[in-house]
């Protein structure tokens, strides 16, 4: 199994453009998180997602901040208009079960707001 | 509130020897406990988990306990190499509205 898939791996932007984050999940996996994770913050849950549905969406920072889940294999984690503040590393996983059960991480995206 | 306090922020060991990770937290209700390594430049690993119930648990070098009562776990690791060296980071599950709570992370620098 390939993992967790991430894309881009490295993104840098202009404030005020809009970012669209990728991740394909583990295959099977009934569950995918978004994080986000700074130095001054550490690891941050954004918002998650069983079979697809939203359960908690508390963790997302503003509505410049949407996500999305249309099938199994895939989610977006979009930013628009992005800022400077936004500059983190997200992480995309996935997990057999819900919040509490061991979850799979990808490699993460480097966002990066000028 | 609940919070997750890890101890010590960052450390430095040479290789070869132990050291011991601490993490105290005050969510309420508890359902499970992980530890995480997180190599630089990559995602999180789940190394254990402990659940009420468990004292002690080990995965290869990495020993993890729980003292439910007091509400700490450690995260002990033995003999260490120089790939032991990343953030550990501590995350425990909230029992009632499937909330996790993250430590900040203790940094482990290992020196040959």
């Known amino acids: 199994d390939a993992g967790v898939i991430q894309s881009p791996r490295h993104e840098v932007t202009e404030m005020g453009q809009e970012v669209t984050l990728r991740c394909k999940p583990i295959s099977g996996h009934n569950s995918l998180f978004w994080y986000r994770q700074t130095m001054m913050r550490g690891l941050e849950l954004l918002i998650y997602f069983n079979n697809n549905v939203p359960i908690d969406d508390s963790g997302m920072p503003e509505d410049r901040f949407s996500a999305k889940m249309p099938n199994a294999s895939f989610s977006t984690l979009k930013i628009q208009p992005s800022e400077p503040r936004d500059s983190a590393v997200y992480f995309c996983a996935s997990s057999l079960g819900q919040v509490g059960t061991e979850a799979f991480f990808g490699q993460g995206t480097r966002l990066t707001v000028v | 509130k609940n919070q997750v306090e890890q101890s010590p922020q960052s450390l430095i060991i040479l290789e070869g020897k132990n050291c011991t990770l601490q993490?105290?937290?005050?969510?309420?209700?508890?359902?499970?406990l992980r530890w995480y390594k997180q190599d630089t430049g990559r995602g999180p690993v789940s190394l254990t988990i402990?659940?009420?119930?468990?004292n002690t648990k080990s995965n290869g070098r990495y020993t993890a306990t729980l003292d439910a009562d007091t509400k700490q776990s450690s995260l002990h690791i033995t003999a260490s190499q120089l790939s032991d060296s990343a953030s550990y980071i501590c995350?425990?599950?909230?029992?009632?509205?499937?909330?996790?709570?993250f430590g900040g992370g203790t940094r482990v620098l290992v020196k040959p």
């Open positions: 993490c105290n937290y005050t969510v309420s209700p508890f359902s499970n």
């Open positions: 995350v425990v599950s909230k029992a009632a509205g499937n909330k996790l709570t």
């Open positions: 402990m659940t009420f119930s468990e």
